[in-house]
């Protein structure tokens, strides 16, 4: 008997994940990468707070800055799906703790590049900014981690869900393709 796909653990069924996903991206990819432009070229290169963000600039131009921030971006919301993936305990909790840790970092740092951009007196400082990202990443994956202990979702997280759905499309595929050879 062939082992069929359960039914809930399509991608869909853990948008909120997706969301998390996408809201991440958003914000600490593309957000604060074009705020970061913005305040570079009304404020100058110096203005900007991160060496690792003027070397890559000054060296590579704006357009590779952006293409480096985007890939490390997917990457970094990447990798621990991927290295968690094959975890036999829930970590969909703990996963979007983390996720969430992102999207509140970008969300600040677009805000402070924003600030900066219009020479406005930054509400919070960039190293203060790093510590609440790191108190975060640290309180939110435990929490998420607590919960998934205490509820024990049965669902996957998103990456491993959008597989199983491309797993049940190409099962579709072969099906169709097997039926029109008969005819």
């Given at each position: 008997?062939?082992?069929?796909l359960h039914?809930?653990l399509?991608?869909?069924?853990?948008?909120f994940?997706?969301?998390?996903?996408?809201?991440?991206?958003?914000t600490?990819?593309?957000?604060?990468?074009?705020?970061?432009?913005?305040?570079?070229?009304r404020?100058?290169?110096?203005?900007?707070?991160?060496?690792?963000?003027?070397?890559?600039?000054?060296?590579?131009?704006?357009?590779?800055?952006?293409?480096?921030k985007i890939?490390?971006?997917?990457?970094?919301l990447?990798?621990?799906?991927?290295?968690?993936?094959?975890?036999?305990?829930?970590?969909?909790w703990?996963i979007?703790?983390?996720?969430?840790?992102?999207?509140?970092?970008?969300?600040?740092?677009?805000?402070?590049?924003?600030?900066?951009?219009?020479?406005?007196?930054?509400?919070?400082?960039?190293?203060?900014?790093?510590?609440?990202?790191?108190?975060?990443?640290l309180?939110?994956?435990?929490?998420?981690?607590?919960?998934?202990k205490?509820?024990?979702?049965?669902?996957?997280?998103?990456?491993?869900?959008?597989?199983?759905?491309?797993?049940?499309?190409?099962k579709?595929?072969?099906?169709?393709e097997?039926?029109?050879?008969?005819?």
């Amino acid at each position: 008997m062939e082992n069929e796909l359960h039914p809930f653990l399509s991608f869909w069924y853990t948008r909120f994940q997706g969301a998390l996903f996408l809201l991440a991206l958003l914000t600490y990819g593309f957000g604060d990468a074009l705020t970061s432009i913005m305040m570079i070229e009304r404020q100058g290169l110096m203005r900007e707070g991160n060496a690792i963000v003027r070397y890559i600039i000054s060296y590579y131009g704006i357009a590779n800055f952006i293409e480096i921030k985007i890939w490390f971006t997917i990457l970094i919301l990447l990798v621990p799906l991927i290295l968690f993936s094959k975890k036999k305990e829930p970590i969909y909790w703990m996963i979007n703790g983390y996720l969430a840790s992102f999207f509140i970092l970008g969300t600040l740092a677009m805000i402070l590049n924003l600030q900066a951009a219009a020479n406005v007196p930054l509400f919070l400082q960039p190293q203060h900014v790093i510590l609440i990202f790191i108190s975060l990443i640290l309180i939110l994956t435990n929490i998420g981690e607590i919960i998934d202990k205490m509820t024990y979702p049965m669902m996957m997280n998103y990456f491993d869900c959008a597989l199983n759905d491309l797993l049940i499309v190409l099962k579709f595929i072969k099906t169709q393709e097997k039926k029109l050879s008969h005819w």
